[in-house]
Structure formats: C-alpha cells, structure tokens
C-alpha cells in the first residue's frame, strides 16, 4: 500500500510541465527511475478531446520530436497553414471560373447544351482488333462482330490431361 501511495505522490511531484497549446492543453513529462525512456502526456482543459491536439504536439507526445514545440513555431506552422488554406481556396475559385469560360465556349459554338461526346470518346481508342468487325448502324450506333479463327494449339512437353484422364504418377518429365 505504501510503494502505490509513494508511486502516487511521485507522479505529481516528478512531473515536468512542458507547454500549453492553443487550446489550452497542458503537457507533462516525467522521468521515471525503472524505464530509461520519459513519459509523456497531456491534460486536456475542459473536455477530453483528442481532436484538439495540434500534429506538432502529436509528435513530441508519441516520440516523434525531442524537443516540444514553441510557441514561435506554432505561429509560424499556423500562419503557413492559414496561406495555404488561401492558396487551395484561391485555386478552386480560378479552376471554377476557368471551368465556366470554357464550359460557355463549347454552347455557343455548339449551339445546344447537352451530354458528353461519346464518338469522340471512342475515337480514343485503338481501332478494332484482328478478326473484329466494327460496324457503324444507320442510328449512329457501333457494333462489334467477332469472327474466331482456329489457331493451332502449340505442342507443349507440360501435362494437358484434365480430371477424366488424369492418372496419377503416369507424367515424366522430358528427356
């Protein structure tokens, strides 16, 4: 009972505050004397949210950093989030407005709005393969006809019987 009250009163007294985050989260480390590694962690203001923890202080909590970051820092990653954020936002707005120009272009040379252009789709792709036929119907529709030619199965040294004329230990390899 003693050693767990002594372990007890050492969690609070061996505690080492390290920093506090934007949200008001404090954060603690502590040396103990069994394990060589220190332990780490974080006491959440008001509710227990994870969520609330900034990737940087993830990091320094999981080992990932050795030293805790700064407030400095944490300015600097913010404001260099908050520009990127602009920038993505930015982007969008100029790929939509891009979107737009073109997407008025095509109606009026086209004349009428409509869905896509599937001719110039399979336009894209190889012509039709040896032995088909492609042909064009009188409604714009494309049919594929397959003729198949006998090709001679090459002769293989490899076993070829199926389960009806299988016979087990009968195959020998060529000599």
């Known amino acids: 009972m003693s050693k767990l009250l002594?372990?007890?009163a050492g969690f609070f007294s061996n505690r080492t505050f390290i920093g506090v985050d934007k949200a008001g989260n404090r954060y603690f480390t502590r040396?103990?004397?069994i394990d060589v590694k220190e332990k780490r962690w974080v006491e959440f203001k008001g509710e227990q949210d994870p969520t609330s923890i900034s990737v940087e202080w993830?990091?320094?909590?999981?080992g990932q950093r050795k030293v805790a970051p700064t407030p400095e820092e944490m300015m600097e990653l913010e404001a260099r989030r908050e520009r990127v954020r602009l920038n993505v936002a930015l982007l969008k707005k100029?790929?939509?407005e891009r979107k737009a120009r073109e997407g008025s272009r095509k109606a009026v040379s086209s004349g009428k709005v409509g869905g896509p252009d599937l001719k110039s789709f399979i336009r894209q792709f190889?012509?039709?393969?040896?032995?088909?036929?492609?042909?064009?119907?009188?409604?714009?529709?494309?049919?594929?006809?397959h003729e198949e030619?006998?090709?001679?199965?090459p002769e293989s040294s490899e076993p070829t019987g199926s389960g009806a004329t299988y016979?087990?230990?009968?195959?020998q390899p060529p000599t």
């Open 31 to 33: 040396k103990e004397e």
């Open 6 to 8: 002594s372990r007890i």
């Open 94 to 96: 100029e790929e939509e």
């Open 58 to 62: 993830i990091c320094w909590l999981n």
């Open 167 to 171: 016979k087990p230990g009968t195959w």
């Open 126 to 145: 190889p012509s039709a393969s040896e032995g088909d036929k492609v042909e064009q119907a009188s409604d714009g529709r494309i049919k594929e006809t």
């Open 149 to 153: 030619k006998e090709e001679p199965i």
